[in-house]
């Protein structure tokens, strides 16, 4: 057997505001959900550690940042995008704005990390189902390929729909991305 190999990896967690960043990240660190939350000021952090069944040899710990959605907090996220290995954009399926709004995320993340693997996450699908959808699946298959993200998802943050997926995705990918896999 060969001895274990730890990596620390650092995730961020952007798209505007509302699209609900800080509940994937509580569902996925902590299992938990909230109706409501505060808006999130400048950034919050979280860490998780993570087991993959194909790796065992590997101890991965996350740290995630969920980065402040509004515009007027724009100047302080680019010094939390250092370092990041992995990018998360999620938008609201039941806004199109936070959809269109994309684009200028990664421009943004690019300016200080570029080509780093990335997943894109459409959010909110329990409210979608019930009629409130603004933003169709193949429009969001679209944009994972205008931004270069490895997948697309639909989650729910509410219900824990794929978003462990999510956050599973992202490590392998940087795992393959670091020639780890």
């Not at 100047?75 to 370092?83: E, L």
Request: hydrophobic letters at 40%; proline letters at 2%; aromatic letters at 12%.
């Amino acid at each position: 057997m060969s001895a274990s190999k730890s990596f620390i990896y650092k995730i961020c967690v952007v798209g505007d505001g509302g699209v609900g960043k800080t509940s994937m990240v509580l569902r996925y660190t902590e299992n938990s959900f909230k109706e409501n939350y505060i808006m999130t000021i400048g950034s919050n952090f979280s860490t998780k550690s993570v087991e993959l069944a194909e790796f065992p040899q590997y101890n991965i710990k996350l740290q995630i940042w969920d980065l402040a959605g509004q515009k007027h907090f724009s100047f302080v996220r680019p010094p939390f995008y250092r370092g990041a290995t992995g990018i998360i954009y999620v938008f609201d399926l039941t806004r199109r704005s936070s959809f269109s709004n994309l684009l200028n995320w990664k421009t943004e993340v690019e300016k200080v990390v570029a080509g780093r693997p990335s997943i894109l996450v459409g959010n909110k699908l329990d409210l979608a189902e019930s009629g409130n959808r603004e933003v169709a699946l193949q429009d969001g298959e679209s944009l994972k390929n205008e931004l270069q993200a490895l997948s697309y998802y639909e989650t729910s943050a509410k219900d824990g729909l794929k978003v462990e997926d999510v956050f599973k995705d992202t490590v392998l990918a940087i795992l393959k991305a670091s020639n780890k896999i």
